[in-house]
C-alpha cells in the first residue's frame, strides 16, 4: 500500500506540482542538476526577500549604487543588499576572496567595473577572476534602440552572447626568454558548446531567427577554428534557426554599416568585449544598456560595457540606466517580476517620453534628474504594492 501511494504521488502529484508552480530563473538555477559541481552555500532568503551582494566598484560605480537603492527603497522592492568594497589599490586578494563568499552564499550580485591597479603578477585581475572563479560561462548583452536617443542606425535589436571564462583573458602568460612574452588563448570544447548551446536556446526561446558566430579562424585555426566547429556542430541540433559565421574584423565593419543584419551573435570572449562596445556605441553609448553574466549556480548583474568612468565620478553626470537596467534584469532573475515591470516602465517612460538625457546621450540632465523623474513615475503606481 505505502509503495502504491508512493508511486502514485511520484507519477501524478509531482507533475501536478511542476506544471502549476511557477519558479523564478533564480530557483531553476539553483535546484537543477548541473554540470559543473562546486562548493555549495546556503542562499539567503527571508521571508520572501532576497540578499543580493552588492560590489559598488570604482568610479562611478558607488554613486549608481546609491542610485540603485534609492530606487528600490522607493519601490519597496523586497531586496536586501550586502554591500562588499573591494580596494583597487590592495596588493592581496582577501577582499576578492570575500566578496566570491558572499556571492556564492546570496547566489546573485550587481556590480560596477572593479579596477585592479597593480600591477604585480600575483594579483588578480578583479572583474575576470569573479567570472572564473565563479564559472560565469557567459554574458548576455541585449543592445535595442532608444527611440528618443539620436543614433547612427535605429531599430537595433541584436544580442550578444560572449564566452565569459577563457580565450584571451585565461590569465595565462609567461616571460620564456628576457623580452620575449607569451600569452596563451585557450578554447576548449566544453565551454565552447556551453555558450554555443546558450546562444541557440536563447535563439529558441526567444523567437530570434539566427545565430552568428563571430570568430578569427582563418588565422587562428586550431583555437578559433575549435570554437567555430563546435558551433556548427551545435546548430546542427536546431534546424530551424539559422546559422552563420563571420570574420571579427568584417563584423565590426558590418555592425557600423549594416547592424540589422545581425540577430543573436556568438563570440569568444575578447570579440564578445569588441563587439559589445561597437553596438553600444552605435546605438547611444555605454551608459544604457546591462550585462548579465550567468552560470551553473551563480548570476552576476552589471552596466553591459564595463566601464569604470572614473573621469566623470562625483560630478552628477554619469547616466544611471545602464546600473538601473541591470538592476531590472536581476529582478526578473529573481522572480519580482511587477517590480521589475514598473521600474523598467518608468525608465522607457523617463528616456523615449520625457526626454530626460544625461550629457553622453546628448543631453543636459543630470544623473539625479534621471533618477527623480524615475521615481515620479514609480509614485504612480505606489497604490499597488
Not at 12 to 18: A, D, E, G, N, R
Amino acid at each position: 500500500m505505502a509503495l502504491r501511494l508512493f508511486r502514485l504521488s511520484q507519477d501524478v502529484v509531482t507533475p501536478l506540482i511542476k506544471r502549476n508552480c511557477t519558479v523564478s530563473a533564480f530557483e531553476l538555477q539553483h535546484k537543477i542538476p548541473v554540470q559543473r559541481k562546486v562548493e555549495q552555500i546556503p542562499k539567503a532568503q527571508y521571508g520572501g526577500r532576497h540578499t543580493v551582494t552588492m560590489l559598488p566598484g570604482g568610479g562611478i560605480g558607488p554613486e549608481l549604487m546609491g542610485y540603485v537603492r534609492e530606487v528600490f527603497r522607493f519601490a519597496g522592492v523586497p531586496v536586501d543588499f550586502e554591500i562588499v568594497d573591494i580596494d583597487p589599490a590592495s596588493e592581496g586578494n582577501d577582499d576578492l576572496e570575500y566578496a566570491i563568499t558572499s556571492i556564492k552564499r546570496n547566489g546573485v550580485a550587481i556590480k560596477g567595473n572593479i579596477e585592479t591597479k597593480s600591477e604585480a603578477t600575483g594579483i588578480l585581475s578583479r572583474n575576470v577572476a569573479l567570472r572564473n572563479e565563479l564559472d560565469l560561462y557567459v554574458n548576455v548583452l541585449h543592445c535595442k534602440s532608444f527611440n528618443a536617443i539620436p543614433a547612427h542606425h535605429q531599430n537595433v535589436d541584436v544580442v550578444i552572447v560572449r564566452q565569459n571564462t577563457e580565450g584571451e583573458y585565461a590569465m595565462l602568460e609567461h616571460e620564456s626568454v628576457r623580452g620575449v612574452v607569451e600569452s596563451m588563448k585557450v578554447v576548449t570544447v566544453e565551454n565552447a558548446a556551453r555558450v554555443a548551446r546558450f546562444a541557440f536556446e536563447f535563439a529558441k526561446n526567444n523567437n530570434r531567427k539566427k545565430v552568428t558566430t563571430i570568430h578569427k579562424a582563418n588565422i587562428m585555426k586550431l583555437a578559433d577554428g575549435l570554437f567555430l566547429k563546435v558551433a556548427r556542430d551545435i546548430a546542427k541540433e536546431y534546424p530551424d534557426i539559422q546559422h552563420n559565421d563571420m570574420i571579427i574584423d568584417n563584423c565590426c565593419m558590418q555592425l557600423v554599416s549594416n547592424p540589422h543584419q545581425f540577430d543573436v551573435m556568438n563570440t569568444t570572449n575578447l570579440y564578445g568585449s569588441i563587439t559589445s562596445n561597437v553596438l553600444c556605441g552605435l546605438v547611444g553609448g555605454a551608459g544604457l544598456f546591462s550585462g548579465r553574466n550567468y552560470g551553473d549556480h551563480y548570476a552576476v548583474f552589471e552596466p553591459g560595457t564595463r566601464n569604470t568612468g572614473t573621469a566623470i565620478a562625483g560630478k552628477n553626470v554619469a547616466n544611471p540606466v545602464a546600473m538601473l537596467n541591470a538592476a531590472v534584469d536581476m529582478l526578473y532573475h529573481l522572480g519580482h517580476r511587477y517590480h521589475a515591470d514598473c521600474i523598467s516602465d518608468a525608465l522607457h517612460k523617463t528616456i523615449d517620453i520625457d526626454g530626460i538625457h544625461t550629457p553622453d546621450l546628448g543631453g543636459s540632465n543630470t544623473s539625479t534628474d534621471i533618477v527623480q523623474n524615475v521615481l515620479k513615475h514609480l509614485a504612480e503606481k505606489r497604490t499597488y504594492w
